[in-house]
C-alpha cells in the first residue's frame, strides 16, 4: 500500500512528503506495534494489521489534504502465516531488524526456492532440448475470476504455440537453432452466467478488451469443455503465477494432473534466472513488469483481460528462451 499511496499522492504533487513520511515512520512511532509475519511468498516480513493500515490512510488524508486521492486499504491478513508482534526503539533498530535479523530468517526459505526454481528451469529446458527432433505444442493460459469471491470465474484465455525443427516454411522464423514458432491458436471465453460480476474496485474489469482475435460468450459448461479440448491436445501447459490457478481449474472439472499434462510457470522461469544474478534474495515477477524487461511491446490497457494476459505470457516465454524481442515484437505486430 505504502507504494500505491505514494503514487497516488502524486496526482496531487505530494508524493516526496508521503515518501518521507514512510521513511521516517519509525523513528516517529518508537515502540509502535508492528506484525513479524510469513506472507504469501513463505518470507517474513515486518508489516501492519488491516486496522493500522486504514489508521495510517486517514491521518494522511488528513495531514496532507488527500482525502478521494488514495486507494482503499486492502486487508493482507488472510495469507499471513505464523504472526508475532514487535516493536522498535527507534529507525536504527527498526534497520537492523530488517536487514540482519529478517535475512537470516529468509536464508533458508530462499535458497529452497531457488534450489525448486532450478529444477522447473531444467525441466523446461529438457523439453527444449528435443526440439530439433520433434515437435510439440505449448497451451499458455490465463483466467480472470471476481475480485471479491475467487471461486467465481469469468474469463479464461489461452494461445497455443508448435515449436517445430526449423524448416524453409513455417511462420515465424527463429534466429539460430531455436525452434520456429507457429501460432495454432488464440482464445478468448467470457463465462455468460457470470457476466453481471464485474471487477474494478481491486483490478480492472477488461473482459471486452482481447485484442488478438474475437471474444466468445459462453456457458460454464461450454467454454470449459472447449477448454479441456484443447488441454488434452496439447503437450505442455504455460501460464504466469499459476499456484492457485491450479486449484481454480480443477474447481471448473479441469485436471491438469489427471489429464497428465506438466505445468511450466513463467515467474518461476524468471527467479531461477534472477537467482543467478541476486543468490541472497527471491523475486516474484509480475507480468507488467517481464514485458518491460524483456522489451515486449503492450500496453497497458491490454492487461487484466485473460486472453491478452495468456498472449503476452507466452511471449515473455518466448523471451526467456532467448528469442530476441525484434522477433517477439514481429509476432506482436502480425496480429
Not at 128 to 139: C, D, E, K, N, P
Not at 190 to 201: S, T, V
Request: glycine share 4%; hydrophobic share 35%.
Amino acid at each position: 500500500m505504502r507504494n500505491r499511496w505514494v503514487r497516488c499522492a502524486g496526482e496531487r504533487h505530494k508524493a516526496e512528503v508521503v515518501k518521507r513520511y514512510f521513511n521516517t515512520f519509525a523513528a516517529k512511532h518508537p515502540g509502535y506495534t508492528f506484525i513479524i509475519a510469513k506472507k504469501f511468498n513463505d518470507l517474513y516480513d515486518v508489516c501492519i494489521t488491516a486496522q493500522q493500515c486504514s489508521e495510517i490512510k486517514t491521518h494522511l488524508e488528513r495531514e496532507f489534504g488527500l482525502a478521494g486521492y488514495l486507494d482503499e486499504a486492502m486487508s493482507l491478513e488472510v495469507p499471513w502465516r505464523d504472526c508475532t508482534e514487535k516493536s522498535f526503539r527507534n529507525t536504527q533498530d527498526f534497520r537492523e531488524y530488517r536487514e540482519h535479523t529478517l535475512v537470516s530468517k529468509n536464508r533458508p526459505v530462499i535458497r529452497a526456492k531457488h534450489a525448486e526454481a532450478k529444477q522447473h528451469h531444467d525441466k523446461v529446458e529438457d523439453v527444449f532440448a528435443t526440439a530439433r527432433r520433434r515437435a510439440f505444442q505449448i497451451l499458455c493460459f490465463d483466467i480472470e475470476v471476481y475480485e471479491h469471491n475467487h471461486d467465481i470465474m469469468l474469463e479464461i484465455g489461452y494461445v497455443i504455440c508448435q515449436f517445430s525443427p526449423v524448416t524453409r516454411y513455417t511462420s515465424y522464423r527463429s534466429q539460430g537453432d531455436k525452434p520456429d514458432v507457429t501460432l495454432v491458436a488464440k482464445r478468448h471465453l467470457i463465462i455468460r452466467e457470470n457476466l453481471h460480476y464485474k471487477n474494478g474496485d481491486r483490478v480492472p474489469d477488461n473482459r471486452y478488451g482481447f485484442r488478438f482475435s474475437s471474444s466468445e460468450t459462453l456457458s460454464m459448461k461450454v467454454a470449459v469443455k472447449r477448454f479441456r479440448e484443447d488441454v488434452r491436445e496439447c503437450d505442455y501447459i504455460l501460464g504466469h503465477s499459476v499456484k492457485h490457478d491450479d486449484d481454480y481449474l480443477r474447481n471448473i472439472g479441469v485436471d491438469l494432473s489427471e489429464l497428465g499434462k506438466e505445468m511450466f510457470d513463467t515467474q518461476v522461469v524468471q527467479t531461477y534466472k534472477e537467482s543467478l544474478k541476486e543468490s541472497e534474495k527471491y523475486f516474484m515477477r509480475g507480468l507488467s513488469y517481464l514485458l518491460k524487461e524483456y522489451k515486449v511491446n503492450y500496453e497497458d490497457s491490454d492487461l487484466h483481460n485473460a486472453g491478452c494476459d495468456a498472449f503476452y505470457t507466452m511471449m515473455v516465454f518466448l523471451r526467456q528462451r532467448e528469442y530476441s524481442a525484434e522477433e517477439i515484437n514481429t509476432i506482436i505486430a502480425s496480429q
